[in-house]
């Protein structure tokens, strides 16, 4: 099978496309292409198949991108939501009319392709106490979270039409991301784990009893593969799912700190951010996940095992 | 204040047009201008202040359709139902991009205006049974829906950032529509009010059983100009709308057809047409109004002033 992925020169397209080069298959089919696409070329895997990195605009999406043949699509590519707030224009063009353009490259192509697409926690609004269930309608309290929500509605109408065949992956608040803190409102999420595990200070700017939706990186690795080869016949008209994700609280995700790294807890300062407070306010913190079960995806492990995952992951890589 | 209505030429266009001619003031403050607009120079309403009409496409928007110092935008270009399902790429033009060519309008001007969208009943998908709630997620079963619901979400985040200040309206199928029967699944529900109290025959593709969330034109229109003046601060995040329409069984139609004309009930024939059945069964019929009533959106009339409201208009026009 041919499998392309937008933004794969991405945190997640690159886990993915590792993945494939070390297991070789999909599904329980051999892989036998894989074209990674994004504004920058995408470093390419060492893989037993070949393997094609193109640059380029999703918007104005190359036919080489999602070429003849192609049995899944990951489109994951996406301007996030700090950028998507601060560039309107940016967020519209990536976001829609890259979805457009992925949906007129499968409409060329002679059999309709699984599309995984990637979507956001971030396209509802709710109070820390709201249960996110799958017929919970997306009220968006920003720009990012706006153009997830019309792409699925895009997504799942292009499905309904033939032209595709997708699967929507609302994702958790991907922790622990590796790199460095940033100006994004969920910044503290991965940093109050990842700078103490690494004897770094990190700032805190929540109170511990704040809850958080989260799902780790090979976690959400998992999903999008499992998306990527579910039988789609029992979705209907809905293909959008919650992934069974964890919900922690900010002092349980201390405590595991703790446990992993005995005083790394104290690597961590409490800031006043009111700014910040007032954005991750309005992210839901609980699901309910019967549906994304049922359809196969695998509940989500510990919070242990996210840390474990996390430490493993640093070790691998120095 | 300044009023601009794209679609200005389509059926409710032109009656917000003339409401507006008529009453020469909107929300208690007096128009000063009014600019129509549509694919084809929509025709222009005599009116105690000057009316611009533009013809042009609305996804390659000119200035001029919503000029500076634009107070209230009536967003009603739209390709509807079946035109959407027959030409992909048409409705995706007029019913997304379009709705990005006002956003960008409005972005332009100095002060953000009062934007009242239509979208649609046919943005959800439900049994017959299930009642429609200010909360209920929409699952479109057809493009035009599924792009109505996108432009929603758009114009939500366009209002949440004050780029324009939104309100839609989730219409009904509107009843009794003017004109003749055309393909459209919709088309009967006027048809089998509107040929017989003109003295022709009707074709009825459903049972008398069948429900349906229908409003008359003139009940469409006060709500569209109550949109454009009310008070949105106590709105939120959610912009849209589910108008208190009138929950009528067929039956009931042919029973108010028969009271307002004698006779005219047996004029309407019934037919089998499955691929008629299978899309309106997704089709809901019963709504909770209680947040449009909250907003003052006014309850509709009964059916029975509904079919006088038609014979009223068609003697007038005679």
Known sequence: MRVAITGGGGFLGQRVARRLARE???????????????????????????????????????????????????????????????????????????????????????????????????????????????????????????????????????????????VTLRLPTVCIRPGRPNKAASSFVSSILREPLNGEAAELPVADDFALWIASPAQATDWLLHAASLDTAGMGLDRSVNPPGLTVTVGEMLAALEAANPGARALVRRVAAPEIEAIVTTWPARFDPARALSLGFAPHGSLDALVGEFIADTRRAS
Do not use: W
């Open 24 to 166: 070789g298959h999909l599904g329980g089919r051999a892989v036998t292409g894989l074209v990674l696409f994004d504004i920058a070329a995408p470093p390419m895997p060492e893989a037993p198949f070949p393997v094609v990195s193109i640059a380029g605009d999703v918007a104005d999406l190359p036919e080489t991108a999602i070429p003849p043949g192609s049995d899944v699509v990951f489109h994951l590519a996406a301007v996030v939501s700090a950028a998507a707030e601060a560039d309107y224009d940016l967020g519209r063009r990536v976001n829609l009319r890259g979805t457009d353009a992925v949906v007129d490259a499968c409409r060329r192509l002679a059999r309709p392709p699984r599309v995984v697409f990637t979507s956001s926690v971030a396209s509802f609004s709710a109070s820390q106490s709201e249960v996110i269930g799958a017929a919970t309608r997306q009220v968006p309290a920003n720009s990012y979270g706006a153009q997830k929500a019309a792409a699925e509605l895009i997504l799942a109408d292009a499905t309904r039409r033939g032209f595709l065949d997708a």
